[in-house]
């Protein structure tokens, strides 16, 4: 494309303005000033929608406003984001610039960052959390700069918990504790629960709880899921969702004709519901008032939290490489980040500046961060999705009855082909 415009520009300055219109790659000729002024258009791709998206379109704003000449073209993916970007990098002309998680399936894809990470100051890479950058890392090279992460904690409704005269959760408290509190505010007269257990679990959430008992998916070189996948330790941190489901005091969320448990919490019908910052702004907005505390631990054994993180990534296909840099620098520079609220901030000046660690409601995410330090099974084996679609099946089924043990080692039966 590129070669083929330079061709037409000896032809008419207004064919020029054409095919500029048509490429987000191309400069654009300005006939006012004799054709000098050149305008990169610099493609960002992003999966969030409303407020975030909002956000998003001012921060890109601001950087034009910073560097002239220049145009950010948001382009909201939304629910189709995988689809479109794989599309774009089959088609050779993917966005320059895109939020990115699955670096497992995208990295070949994507422009290695270290030796901008390296060479640029302005980054300031050692205000980051360090332990975001294990989520970017493919092979020991980096391919996304964090944008925004969560942790997960236990949000529990103040209002309910003070009606059963029962004292608020703290850090430190263990799943005991959390399922006798679950017995005591739950009131089936009322339809409401101590808990809501989701129907259709995320694997990869649960692994936070699965570690926390000292299990695992899958072995640390990756390589491996018979006695980790259907260990001991794992079966039983999910086996112990599916009993509170059968005891009463939880209740399923989410499946096929059931509400959100976002909702149900809204509602003041469980007391407790385990998420990440997602919720907490909608938590207040429909009044609740609501508690944070990190997530309980099996006894003696460490708590252990999963993160949730968006990075920022560049195509190793974009022609603007170092506009690209540029962008993502000013996405993660404090500005940028106080703007953006749908996460939490990546940066230790930030959180120092707002006190968010030291906030009631904000302190156990942090708390929690300092214990994610384990690596995701979809890190380890590139061929996780396949083992996935067995595990998540097999919580499922536990969720609705079935025995975790079982279940489990059906799941590693039916799965160990993948990984040969």
């Not at 992460?149 to 209002?159: I, W």
């Not at 679609?389 to 079935?402: F, I, N, P, W």
Request: one cysteine or more; proline letters at 5%.
């Amino acid at each position: 494309m590129k070669k083929r415009i330079s061709h037409i520009v000896l032809a008419t300055t207004l064919m020029v303005s054409i095919l500029s219109a048509c490429s987000g790659n191309a400069g654009t000729a300005n006939p006012e000033n004799g054709g000098s002024d050149q305008t990169k258009t610099l493609r960002f791709a992003t999966w969030d929608t409303g407020d975030a998206l909002k956000i998003e379109q001012d921060i890109a704003k601001k950087f034009e406003a910073e560097h002239p000449g220049t145009k950010v073209q948001v382009e909201a993916y939304a629910d189709g984001f995988d689809q479109k970007l794989a599309a774009g990098f089959g088609a050779g002309n993917p966005p320059d610039v895109m939020y990115m998680w699955d670096f497992p399936t995208y990295h070949q894809s994507l422009e290695p960052l270290d030796s901008f990470a390296e060479k640029d100051k302005d980054l300031k890479i050692d205000d980051f959390y360090k332990g975001l950058f294990n989520y970017g890392k493919i092979d020991d090279k980096l391919y996304g700069i964090p944008a925004g992460f969560t942790t997960r904690v236990v949000y529990y409704n103040k209002k309910l918990f003070d009606a059963a005269g029962v004292p608020y959760p703290k850090d430190g408290w263990e799943w005991s504790e959390f399922q006798d509190i679950a017995k005591k505010l739950t009131d089936s007269s009322k339809k409401q629960y101590g808990f809501g257990a989701r129907a259709e679990n995320d694997t990869y959430d649960l692994q936070g709880f699965v570690w926390s008992n000292g299990g695992s998916f899958i072995s640390p070189d990756g390589k491996t899921i018979e006695g980790y996948m259907n260990s001991k330790e794992t079966a039983e941190a999910i086996q112990m969702f599916g009993d509170m489901v059968k005891d009463g005091t939880a209740v399923l969320t989410g499946g096929k004709g059931q509400q959100s448990g976002d909702d149900i919490f809204k509602g003041g019908k469980i007391a407790m519901w385990e998420s990440g910052i997602w919720p907490l702004e909608s938590f207040k907005q429909a009044g609740v008032d609501v508690g944070t505390v990190e997530i309980p631990a099996f006894p003696g054994k460490p708590v252990k939290g999963v993160l949730a993180e968006s990075a920022l990534s560049i195509a190793k296909d974009s022609k603007h490489k170092e506009l690209a840099w540029e962008f993502v620098k000013f996405y993660v520079s404090n500005e940028s980040i106080k703007m953006r609220v749908a996460d939490l901030p990546v940066r230790q000046s930030v959180v120092n500046e707002l006190k968010k660690d030291q906030d009631p409601l904000y302190k156990p995410y942090y708390t929690m961060l300092e214990r994610s330090d384990n690596t995701p099974a979809f890190l380890l084996n590139p061929k996780w999705n396949e083992v996935n679609r067995q595990l998540s099946a097999a919580v499922e089924a536990v969720m609705h009855g079935s025995n975790a043990q079982e279940a489990l080692n059906q799941a590693v039966k039916d799965s160990e082909r993948y990984l040969k």
